[in-house]
């Protein structure tokens, strides 16, 4: 039923794409509201449950498949371009946001310290999705949109690393055998970094070349590799995903663009799935079902923490007033907080299903909010808004 209600879904998004681009109501939002009605939680129609082998399987596939087509966004030439006001947002805005959230978690929800940590280093990513309006608007300065494109693109990668080893400390009670964890880590970006570099040199010997038709079947092979070794050899596989796209995007250019169409499909098939997933483990009324503890999380982690981070890091960079306000509202928290949610749902931590509550509470008031104000504050850069109707006539008239 579950492969039946994807299909029908996915039928739905591809006929109303065009009309759904001119709406808030995107693709992600189709899904995720298709799960929440077909779930347990309101119709029943798709029966699954946090124990179901799907859940976990649809979440690793999920974020490995779009930690290594984000990696191909974000090569190394790429992260230099990316500094001044997205590196700023990236490397301060990002931990700063992290400890904000994790200490809305502990003092407003009650949670431990290394539970509230990871729920602050999940929430700490963005969407670029339910910013859209404010990105392709050309009526908002150039350098607001390269900033919220480049973070939301780039910072659940970044924030990955915090969510592998926060997940890790929450499961052991903090008791944590650093040596091992590197490790993991390390085999991790090993894997990531070696796989690409050997496939991409064998591809330039005169005795292999890739046929037109196969070329984008190059990186996908890479991307299988990486996974395929990250799992035999215990390695981290996000972490490895993650490396293996920067890799590529770095030392082949040529295979990252042959690879971004093909790829950018897969991701987003495996990011839908994962999103009805979601969607059905959760019920209609998710927000208030978290109790006043939990609605009042969503509602300061969704104002606050980037708020103050943002115009800490901000600081001496000539953004105006307006602009920061604008960015310091567009993080809207989505398909990477949705996937590691699933993904702490199925490792087994102690209070997973409280995290995952807490998470799904703050991700759908997020999709509320950002969903519907994105056209709003993209027309606030509107000078033709801004300026009264009647003003240019009086002008005119002089």
Not at 52 to 75: H, I, Q, R, S, W
Not at 188 to 208: D, K, Y
Not at 213 to 219: I, N, V
Not at 265 to 271: H, N, V
Request: charged letters at 15%; glycine letters at 10%.
């Amino acid at each position: 039923m579950l492969l039946l209600c994807f299909a029908g879904l996915l039928l739905v998004a591809a006929l109303v794409s065009n009309r759904a681009d001119r709406t808030i109501l995107s693709t992600s939002v189709l899904f995720l509201v298709g799960g929440i009605v077909l779930g347990s939680g309101a119709l029943g129609v798709i029966d699954i449950s946090p124990e179901d082998p799907t859940v976990g399987l649809l979440a690793e596939l999920a974020l490995f498949a779009v930690l290594f087509t984000d990696g191909m966004k974000a090569g190394w030439r790429d992260l230099r371009s990316a500094w001044q006001l997205p590196g700023r947002a990236l490397l301060l805005g990002l931990p700063i946001t992290l400890i904000l959230t994790a200490l809305l978690a502990r003092f407003v929800v009650g949670l431990d310290w290394p539970t509230s940590l990871l729920v602050g280093a999940i929430l700490s990513p963005t969407d670029p999705v339910f910013a859209s309006a404010l990105v392709g608007n050309k009526k908002v300065p150039e350098r607001l949109r390269h900033l919220l494109n480049v973070e939301s693109g780039i910072n659940d990668g970044l924030a990955l690393p915090f969510v592998i080893i926060l997940l890790t400390i929450a499961q052991r009670s903090g008791e944590v055998d650093a040596t091992e964890v590197l490790v993991e880590l390390g085999i991790g970006i090993a894997i990531g970094v070696v796989v690409p570099l050997v496939a991409l040199a064998l591809e330039r010997l005169p005795f292999f070349q890739a046929s037109h038709h196969y070329e984008p079947l190059t990186a996908l092979a890479i991307g299988l590799l990486v996974l395929a070794l990250g799992q035999v050899t215990h390695g981290n596989l996000f972490l490895a995903a993650f490396a293996a796209g920067i890799t590529v995007a770095t030392a082949g250019p040529h295979q990252r663009e042959s690879f971004e169409q093909f790829g950018e499909l897969i991701a987003e098939l495996l990011k839908l799935g994962a999103l009805l997933v979601f969607g059905a483990l959760i019920t209609i009324t998710v927000i208030a079902d978290n109790g006043w503890a939990g609605v009042a999380f969503a509602v300061l982690a969704l104002i606050l923490p980037r708020s103050i981070a943002l115009a800490l890091s901000f600081i001496g960079t000539g953004l105006s007033t307006k602009e920061q306000v604008a960015a310091a509202w567009f993080g809207p928290k989505g398909f990477a907080s949705v996937v590691y949610a699933l993904y702490v749902l199925t490792s087994g931590l102690d209070n997973g299903m409280q995290v995952f509550d807490l998470i799904a509470g703050t991700v759908v008031l997020s999709i509320l909010l950002h969903s519907s104000t994105d056209v709003v504050v993209a027309r606030w850069f509107d000078d033709a808004w801004e300026v009264p109707h009647w003003y240019g006539r009086l002008r005119n008239g002089r």
